[in-house]
T-cell receptor, first 115, second 112 residues
Framework: DAGVIQSPRHEVTEMGQEVTLRCKPISGHDYLFWYRQTMMRGLELLIYFNNNVPIDDSGMPEDRFSAKMPNASFSTLKIQPSEPRDSAVYFC?????????????FGPGTRLTVL | SQQGEEDPQALSIQEGENATMNCSYKTSINNLQWYRQNSGRGLVHLILIRSNEREKHSGRLRVTLDTSKKSSSLLITASRAADTASYFCATILPGTASKLTFGTGTRLQVTL
């Protein structure tokens, strides 16, 4: 298996533009997570899905952020409009079944820079 | 807010030495996990210890958990330059299913 795949790896955009980050989880994993990592705030969970259904989106910073999972093999995180403070590395992760005793597998991340 | 805080924030040792990192957390947990992050890469799971376990080993890694003190430690023995990375503890709080909360991380530098 190729592991969790994220695209793009790097994104540079201007303030106000729409940004879409993509993730393909490991086949067969029921859970998908979106994280954001910054120097100031560390690693934060934004939202996670179970069987394509959003379970907890309490970490989504504001309405400018939205996430979808239309099927078991694809998820998007969209920021519209983007702001400079959204600059961060965004990670997608997946895990097999319930997460209590399951490790999460992380993708390589998307480094977003908003100018 | 951060559930876990690692100590020290940064650690520099020579190859062959042991590295010990500590993690303190605030509330009761179901399990505690340690992850490694190489520069510019995603996190990689190292080891999971359940709340009813006190010690666990995996290769050169040894993890301890003291639920009475709400703390855990990660020991890397006979460190190698390839161990240079940031190390994070992560916890799942009771009733939060799969929601991992990460600590602040320890940056480990292993020099030749």
């Amino acid at each position: 298996d190729a592991g969790v795949i994220q695209s793009p790896r790097h994104e540079v955009t201007e303030m106000g533009q729409e940004v879409t980050l993509r993730c393909k989880p490991i086949s067969g994993h029921d859970y998908l997570f979106w994280y954001r990592q910054t120097m100031m705030r560390g690693l934060e969970l934004l939202i996670y899905f179970n069987n394509n259904v959003p379970i907890d989106d309490s970490g989504m910073p504001e309405d400018r952020f939205s996430a979808k999972m239309p099927n078991a093999s694809f998820s998007t995180l969209k920021i519209q409009p983007s702001e400079p403070r959204d600059s961060a590395v965004y990670f997608c992760a997946s895990s097999l079944h319930a997460g209590q005793y399951n490790e999460q597998f992380f993708g390589p991340g998307t480094r977003l820079t908003v100018l | 807010s951060q559930q876990g805080e690692e100590d020290p924030q940064a650690l520099s040792i020579q190859e062959g030495e042991n590295a010990t990192m500590n993690c303190s957390y605030k509330t009761s947990i179901n399990n505690l996990q340690w992850y490694r992050q190489n520069s510019g890469r995603g996190l990689v799971h190292l080891i999971l210890i359940r709340s009813n376990e006190r010690e666990k080993h995996s290769g050169r890694l040894r993890v301890t958990l003291d639920t009475s003190k709400k703390s855990s430690s990660l020991l890397i023995t006979a460190s190698r330059a390839a161990d240079t990375a940031s190390y994070f503890c992560a916890t799942i709080l009771p009733g939060t299913a799969s929601k991992l909360t990460f600590g602040t991380g320890t940056r480990l530098q292993v020099t030749l």
